[in-house]
């Protein structure tokens, strides 16, 4: 029992003297009367001396609060010594809770009888709102104010728990916009920001109030669901996102269209923990977009193979151009009688330590979603202009060569920049390429290709239409890009002699690009029968097996001219 009355009986003398502290101090009795409070009491309470004076004061706090400040009042007096705590106090004027943290401090008679309660209090609502404000920094998407990936982790944790206990099923649902980024490069990322809070919304609609939406960063999102009996649940959900983004969005007074694609994985089935289910739904959604977006897919241990065989191919990738194991083949392409080489095309080959030789159909695609495509790519063209230069050194007669460019690469902002900074460091002019694009490619952002062609079309650079009649284009189309050459299909040319629709195509084909002044090349041509067909029809060049399969630079050159 240290503490004893220091001072007088008359509190009212300290008054004056305690007004002048900015922090709330109160003195009570031994049951917690009120005998004095400040001035910034006053304030902190929202009430006067004068109302709460011989009291209290409990019809001035809710009955919960009242009820712990007594019981701390108690504690105080029991155990003999200073506390100090946080809580939250009813301020009436206000009409709200603040937070404070308080002090109290019993003092005693010289007998040791509880005397007086002596508390102060200072507000700290302020402090801790910024705290709030972190932690929800810290748990929460800044943008739409969703749930992140953070949080998400903890309610993913909980919910396998629970899960597990009661052997019901927990699903991820692994969202992807689809094409969001043409809506936020076309129309401004301020248009894209405000869709991706206008889908949030809808996400949170078609959900349960117990299921976390959370948004995982750019367009992608991910929707938890426990507590599943089966996985028809996660099916009826994913049919739910799916039809709420049917109708259209208005955002600053433009309608905007949006699908999504979506990957589920099961808990237990398809993961035991978090980072398992999270990648599996991954891989699923990775699916679902492989096969044309807007729909959804559930995990299944196939995708999981597939995805490792990607991985390994990605990384074999990394490494096969550091380790020289990219190799270029050349195909004559000829006019009908295989008298004249018009030009030959570079094949791209992967010469795999353990697989061997390995064509572009089983790799190229990986580039180009792992953007490998565009340092590949540049491999090629300044590997293609080398090679021409030595065989200029050799004193051969050069066909141009044509060099495949993928969508990627030929969307790249520096493209022509590059190609010309090759041309010019190799010391050759554009005279000496052609590049193959596919009708794809045209068709995207008319305007930018356009521009494009008509600065490589400056360089002397030649452009010729890859694997044509198979994007469903409109012929006259053509009409509007400096385009060189079309290179018919081989899908067509295979059925030429057999497929009616095929001759058909075929036939139009060739006479469309006669009348637009395009030269025509048939790919793909193995027979003679074949070959006789394309003649009859007007084409007047091919490329195919019937004439030369795709040669080594070494092997190619007997079928090369020299200059003189
Ligand atoms: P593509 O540009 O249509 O190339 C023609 C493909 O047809 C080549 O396959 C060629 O070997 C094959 N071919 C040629 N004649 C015949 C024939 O008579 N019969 C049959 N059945 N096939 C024939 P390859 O070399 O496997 O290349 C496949 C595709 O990979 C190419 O199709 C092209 O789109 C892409 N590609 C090849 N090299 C590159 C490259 O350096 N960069 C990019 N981006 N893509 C490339
Ligand atoms: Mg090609
Ligand atoms: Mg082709």
Redesign the pocket.
Known sequence: MTSFLPFSDDLSKYQALIDLLPVAIFIKDAESKILLINKACELQWGLSLKKVYGTDASQFFPPEQMEQFLAKDQEVFINAKQVDFEEIIWNSTLEQNRFVHTFKKPLYDKSGKPLYLVGMSVDITERKKAEQRITEMATHDLLTGLPNRALLKDRIEQALEHCRRNQKQVAVLFIDLDHFKVINDSLGHDVGDLLLMEVATRFVSVVRSEDTVVRQGGDEFIILLSNLDNELGAEEVAYKIIDVLILPFLIDGKELNISCSIGISLFPSDGENIWTLLKNSDIAMYHAKKSGRNNFKFFTPEMNRQAKERHIMEVGLRNALKRNELQL?Y?PIVNVDGSKMKSM?????WRHPKKGLV???KF?RVAEETGM?VP??EW?LRQSCLQIKAWYQKGYEVPRLA????AM?FRQKNLVACIAGILDEIGLGGHCLTL?ITESELIENVEETIRTLKQLSALGIEISV??FGTGYSNLSFLKRYQINTL?I??SFVRDITTDLDDTAIIHAIIAMAHNLNIYVIA????TNKQLAFLVSHGCSSF????FS??LLAAEIESRMLLAN
């Open positions: 083949y195909q095309e570079v094949l791209l080959r064509c572009p159909n190229i495509i590949i790519g090629v060099i495949n460019l993928s690469q193959e890859d694997d290179k299909d081989h790919e793909g041509v193995e490329q195919g097996f019937y399969k795709p």
